[in-house]
């Protein structure tokens, strides 16, 4: 069997609930084909211009399948799909930005709704949003969903903030929203580069029985044996293993945080069991130090790593804009990075 790619597991994800008797309803701009062409969810007759969805072809009993083309009015749309989420609470309901910081202009509603109904009016929803997030050098609109600002809006079990970073991470993150009694929105850093990503591919093995995993350990270097550990959430894992590779360096260990919240103190200790204590365990992000998820992690983990390992970080320098607009300069930048990541250790 071929491995299964980021469209391919999210089509497996959708074709199972389906099958399985829970509606699915997805908005967002050009959500049918994908931002970046990859979902080609809905497909064009060039010859009499009719649409097949192979998605509702699943079987004969199948739910309900929604897919719409939305416009740039994102509050409008935003806030018509969380009340849409109230009352079908057994469904997966889903916005998709166009790239990730789309939900600046409909902030309002994720101030207002989906980050305190519950707390405010026991409201419960279990709302998808997918935002685009990876810095590729497309500038400071193109790159940040504004990790910094979901969690610093994350409280009493409220949303949850994920960034999975392998197919089958994404197929669990979905079907576990709607399998499961619990209903909180769910915040997803989607990525744009790894769609295609030959290294971004999960087994159908590890799709069809696995489950998502808050915390994704190195399979390659031991705790035991790691001279230093690099915590990351994102894309920027998979540049660290490559530079690893590319450097020959086997005495230092890569783990992902996949759901950044909720994330208990012990759930993370629990994951670095092994690592001897004293040992450098350095968060690494592509966002400037400001942004991005190292704010939370030094105050949410902080105090309880640096009593264990010696604590340090590696990002972008403070900034008042997420990213630089330059190719070259994030280029520079993206090097700097990665050398501070290995820095005295070849």
């Not at 994102?74 to 009352?87: I, K, P």
């Not at 590890?206 to 190195?218: E, N, R, T, W, Y």
């Not at 894992?237 to 590319?246: C, E, F, G, N, V």
Request: charged share 25%.
């Amino acid at each position: 069997n071929l491995p299964l790619d980021w469209a391919a597991a999210e089509a497996a994800a959708f074709a199972s609930l389906l099958d399985q008797g829970h509606p699915i309803r997805m908005t967002g701009q050009d959500c049918q084909r994908g931002t970046f062409s990859h979902r080609h969810a809905v497909l064009h007759d060039i010859r009499n211009g009719e649409l097949y969805v192979p998605l509702e072809h699943v079987s004969k009993s199948q739910a309900r399948l929604e897919l719409y083309n939305s416009p740039l009015s994102e509050a409008g749309v935003l806030g018509f799909e969380y009340g849409y989420s109230l009352d079908c609470p057994n469904g997966l309901s889903i916005w998709e930005a166009q790239f990730g910081d789309f939900w600046n202009v409909a902030q309002v509603i994720v101030d207002q709704f989906i980050a305190s109904a519950e707390d405010k009016w026991d409201r419960l929803s279990g709302l998808v949003m997918l935002l685009p997030h990876g810095f590729e050098g497309q500038g400071p609109e193109h790159c940040s969903a504004r990790i910094e600002r979901w969690l610093a809006m994350s409280a009493e079990d409220n949303i949850q903030v994920c960034q999975p970073t392998t197919p089958a991470q994404f197929f669990h993150l979905l079907r576990r929203q709607v399998i499961r009694k619990w209903r909180k929105p769910l915040i997803v850093m989607t990525p744009k580069s790894l769609l295609r990503h030959p290294e971004v591919t999960s087994p159908l093995e590890i799709v069809a029985s696995g489950s998502f995993q808050k915390v994704l350990p190195d399979r390659k270097v031991p705790l035991e044996t790691a001279r230093r550990l690099l915590l990351c959430t994102g894309k920027i894992y998979y540049d660290l293993s490559q530079a690893r590779a590319d450097r020959e360096i086997e005495n230092v260990a890569i783990m992902r945080v996949e759901q950044l919240y909720p994330l208990s103190v012990p759930e993370l200790l629990d994951s670095l069991a092994g690592l001897p204590e004293g040992t450098e365990v350095m968060w690494i992000q592509d966002e400037p130090e400001n942004m991005g998820a190292w704010p939370y992690m030094k105050f949410k983990f902080g105090d309880e790593l640096a009593a264990r390992f010696k604590l340090s970080k590696a990002t972008r320098a403070e900034s008042a804009s997420p990213s630089t607009g330059s190719m070259a300069a994030h280029k520079l930048e993206q090097a700097d990075l990665i050398e501070a990541a290995f820095e005295g250790l070849e």
